[in-house]
């Protein structure tokens, strides 16, 4: 069955980087389109990222554009998010979820558990 | 592209709950619907306005007309205890836009 699990959350001051992983399993990963959503304490849901299975089309939400970079590594069957630059507001549970094969635009129909990141001095 | 959810909704065991997402001519859009429940992964429980992932059970269905998008839970329980959030993809910013989210309580 389809998981996803991720990693690489934790405490880091602000100005600092993190940088967050998600292990795939139970379907080709290469082929589908994935995404990073977050959940700030209070908050809502928060679109961060998504990537293609090739990797070669990534959209970024403006908050996070020129501080966090996608990635993923396909024969290792991970995504990535290195976070640089934290600031407070970045704090959350950090999702990684699965798009549609041929797009970022539509849904996510697989969800993991999350990875906690705190921004605090 | 602004969605607008109701922060709560309240309803009795075997009740109707109706929670709205309103957005500008959203019936233009395709209209996605999670479940987010505590230490759960959140889960998908409507895609494109109206279909239902397997597994997810027919008291759960969907509607968009005009401004507003509806997810509707039938004979709710217990365990439709939740916080809801709909999610559009905005064509103008290139970005995907979720509702503020709606807590759903049984009473």
């Known amino acids: 069955q389809v998981q996803l699990v991720e990693s690489g959350g934790g405490l880091v001051k602000p100005g600092g980087s993190l940088r967050l992983s998600c292990a795939a399993s139970g379907f080709t990963f290469s082929d589908y389109y994935m995404t990073w959503i977050r959940r700030a304490p209070g908050k809502g849901l928060q679109w961060i990222s998504f990537i293609s299975g090739s990797g070669t089309t990534i959209y970024y939400a403006d908050s996070v554009k020129g501080r966090f970079t996608v990635s993923r590594d396909n024969a290792k069957n991970s995504l990535y998010l290195q976070m640089n630059s934290l600031r407070a507001d970045d704090a959350g549970v950090y999702y990684c979820?699965?798009?549609?094969?041929?797009?970022?635009?539509?849904?996510?129909?697989?969800w993991g558990q999350g990875t906690q990141v705190t921004v605090s001095s | 592209y602004v969605l607008t959810q109701p922060p709560s909704v309240s309803v009795a065991p075997g009740q109707t709950a109706r929670i709205s997402c309103e957005g500008d001519n959203i019936a233009g859009k395709s209209v996605h619907w999670y479940q987010l429940r505590p230490g759960q992964a959140p889960q998908l429980v409507i895609y494109f306005g109206s279909d239902r992932p397997s597994g997810i059970p027919e008291r759960f269905s969907g509607s968009n007309s005009g401004n507003t998008a509806t997810l509707t839970i039938s004979r709710v329980e217990a365990g439709d205890e939740a916080d809801y959030y709909c999610q559009v993809w905005d064509n103008v910013r290139d970005h995907r836009v979720f509702g503020g989210g709606t807590k759903l309580t049984v009473l």
């Open positions: 979820a699965r798009d549609r094969p041929l797009t970022g635009r539509d849904y996510n129909d697989y």
